[in-house]
């Protein structure tokens, strides 16, 4: 059986919810029932549904993409294999990508990267990229300019693994929330 759509596995008072938080991530859930005319327990129970189902995660955002010293790109890979999944797993490791996905079309996935500096990119070029066996061809796209562009972690120098431990911390306490449940 194919997995629920977004639209099935929601209705009228999740999507209001998550409108309100995609405007303001910070809204009490006290704030929100008084907006949609529900009490807090309901905004309560279908925010850790929502969360419990992935459609949810409340997160800081950080506009590194204005800061002039940061250099963003796309990463546009053709692969050897057709292991999507697995390169797509295993890009998401590599340090200073943000997003991975796979695509149809001539290319078979694109990655958005956000590093720090040109010296950092010239790295990932040849050194992280080079490390990932399925890549055929890789072809690199910066970006001059994006509107409205947000990240959703802090870029790290390699070898720093802050990242990756609050990564790991976040997965516990969502294991351990669920598992309450």
């Known amino acids: 059986m194919p997995p629920e759509s977004f639209i099935q596995s929601t209705d009228e008072i999740d999507r ?10 910070r809204l009490s859930n006290r704030a929100i029932a008084e ?13 850790k549904k929502l969360k419990k189902k992935g459609l949810l995660r409340v997160t ?5 993409y204005e800061d002039p010293d940061y250099l963003s790109a796309y990463v546009l890979v053709r692969l050897k ?3 999507l999944l697995g390169a797509v797993r295993a890009f998401s490791r590599l340090p200073w990508v943000n997003t991975v996905s796979a695509v149809a079309g001539q290319y ?6 956000l590093v720090p500096n040109k010296t950092s990119f010239i790295d990932f070029v040849t050194k992280q990229l080079a490390e ?7 072809e690199s ?10 990240a959703t972690s802090l870029v790290e120098e390699p070898g720093n693994d802050s990242r990756l431990e ?16």
Request: glycine share 4%.
């Open 132 to 138: 990932v066996e399925d890549v055929a061809t890789a």
């Open 166 to 181: 609050e990564q790991g911390k976040h997965k516990q306490r969502q294991q351990s929330l669920e598992t309450e449940d």
């Open 60 to 64: 800081a955002l950080v506009n590194l």
């Open 108 to 113: 078979d996935l694109v990655a958005e990267i």
């Open 35 to 47: 907006e949609l005319n529900v009490s807090e327990g309901t905004v309560r129970n279908r925010i």
């Open 81 to 83: 294999s057709r292991d």
């Open 16 to 25: 209001n919810i998550l409108r309100l938080l995609q405007v303001d991530g």
């Open 141 to 150: 796209l910066v970006i001059f300019k994006s509107i409205n562009k947000w």
